[in-house]
T-cell receptor, first 115, second 108 residues
Framework: GAVVSQHPSRVICKSGTSVKIECRSLDFQATTMFWYRQFPKQSLMLMATSNEGSKATYEQGVEKDKFLINHASLTLSTLTVTSAHPEDSSFYIC???????????FGQGTRLTVV | DAKTTQPPSMDCAEGRAANLPCNHS???????VYWYRQIHSQGPQYIIH???NNETNEMASLIITEDRKSSTLILPHATLRDTAVYYCIVKLGSRLTFGEGTQLTVNP
């Protein structure tokens, strides 16, 4: 099946710094990338949806200037957490979907810890 | 998207069938039922999906009631590696909305 490679798997950063998370679709073209966040013992919450070459659409309550999403190519999407704070510590997961896919292919997730 | 209701937790003995229920009483006619699972600290894994008919693949079987208001995911021979949170999702289009899921614990 299709694979979405997410990197890094774990990252620790200092408060006030920025962190970039990458998701690459390895054997299909991800026309749409979804970004989720998951706090401990909670379910996945959709943060934003991006289509290749377009600006991302953010869910209510998600700050677009804080969570910068780039989807400039069909195989790469990035999420940058800017000016990170401890409350941004979470598990971030991407999901790539191609034009013809009915399944959804998730990345492995990134555990972000802000200290 | 239609809301789903799942029991928060279930236990199953290794080697036995695990039957995970899901209620989706407000599902509309063109919404699919999807099942994913998430092993701790990993991304969700697709299991199976269906619209009206029962479905089976190498991982599981999906039984959807005739009125489509509920479904059951069946893992025929559960193993310890099947311990995970299982999410039942009603999906229209490409958007996935996750509920709380069921924590399945397979015991030796």
């Amino acid at each position: 099946g299709a694979v979405v490679s997410q990197h890094p798997s774990r990252v620790i950063c200092k408060s006030g710094t920025s962190v970039k998370i990458e998701c690459r679709s390895l054997d299909f073209q991800a026309t749409t990338m979804f970004w989720y966040r998951q706090f401990p013992k909670q379910s996945l919450m959709l943060m934003a949806t991006s289509n290749e070459g377009s600006k991302a659409t953010y869910e209510q309550g998600v700050e677009k200037d804080k969570f910068l999403i780039n989807h400039a190519s069909l195989t790469l999407s990035t999420l940058t957490v800017t000016s990170a704070h401890p409350e941004d510590s979470s598990f971030y997961i991407c999901r790539g979907q191609g034009a013809m896919n009915t399944e959804a292919f998730f990345g492995q997730g990134t555990r972000l810890t802000v200290v | 998207d239609a809301k789903t209701t799942q029991p928060p937790s279930m236990d199953c003995a290794e080697g036995r069938a695990a039957n995970l229920p899901c209620n989706h009483s407000t599902i509309s006619g063109n919404e699919y039922v999807y099942w994913y699972r998430q092993i701790h600290s990993q991304g969700p894994q697709y299991i199976i999906h269906g619209l009206k008919n029962n479905e089976t693949n190498e991982m599981a079987s999906l039984i959807i009631t005739e009125d489509r208001k509920s479904s059951t995911l069946i893992l025929p021979h559960a193993t310890l590696r099947d311990t995970a949170v299982y999410y039942c999702i009603v999906k229209l289009g490409s958007r996935l909305t996750f509920g709380e899921g069921t924590q399945l614990t397979v015991n030796p």
